[in-house]
Antibody, heavy 118, light 107 residues
């Protein structure tokens, strides 16, 4: 059974760095072709693909946010992390991680709400 | 970056009717289009993936067609449980962009 769960700070102040964790089970990120992606969704709005990391450690970023994003994974290949630097109100959203194979995100976590506020 | 233009923004349908949602892309993406359903308070659920492939467990009432830049998602015999927001997403090139969504309400 594939499951993913996101965790994060809930709320943080503008200009700080947002750190998110995706903990997953039911698949191995060391398997060839496996990818974990990050997608976010501001309340009432559409989805925005942010970044991804694959089984080989290759990283992919949304060019519009690339300078602020860092995706990484742990050595045991059971967690993936996303850092967003210099957050502002526009980064307020629900953040999802998803298992992705051949660019298709088939299993998603429940999402974690992040509010940027002073 | 490929822009995905989805229409209509909302639909109000009666049970049993046929639903059609359109997505047009700014670049040729072959058949690399995915369709998601999102119910209130939940994560998106993948219904149809590239090549108009129905995902396991998804009823055959759901289907899609299209290639290149024009795509259509269809629900035949729509049911009350189909209420939610539907999104298309292109998976041809990074960043994998989404449409703005179509909110489906049942009368």
């Amino acid at each position: 059974q594939v499951t993913l769960k996101e965790s994060g700070p809930g709320m943080l102040q503008p200009s700080k760095t947002l750190s998110l964790t995706c903990s997953f089970s039911g698949f191995s990120l060391s398997t060839s072709g496996m990818v974990v992606s990050w997608i976010r969704q501001p309340s009432g709005k559409s989805l925005e693909w942010l970044a991804a990391i694959d089984w080989d450690g290759d990283k992919y970023y949304n060019p519009s946010l690339k300078s602020r994003l860092t995706v990484s994974k742990d050595t045991s290949n059971t967690q993936v992390f996303l850092k967003i630097t210099s957050v502002d109100i526009a980064d307020t959203a629900t953040y999802y991680c998803a298992r992705t194979i051949a660019a298709i995100s088939d299993y998603w976590g429940q999402g974690v709400m992040v509010t940027v506020s002073s | 970056e490929t822009t995905v233009t989805q229409s209509p923004a909302s639909l109000s349908m009666a049970v049993g009717e046929k639903v059609s949602i359109s997505c047009k892309t700014s670049t040729d993406i072959d058949d690399d289009m995915n369709w998601y359903q999102q119910k209130s308070g939940e994560a998106p659920k993948l219904l149809i993936s590239e090549g108009n492939t129905l995902r396991p467990g998804v009823p055959s009432r759901f289907s899609s067609s299209g290639y290149g830049t024009d795509f259509v998602f269809t629900i035949n015999n729509v049911l009350l449980g189909d209420e939610g927001i539907y999104y298309c997403q292109q998976s041809d090139n990074v960043p994998y962009t989404f449409g703005a969504g179509t909110k489906l309400e049942l009368k």
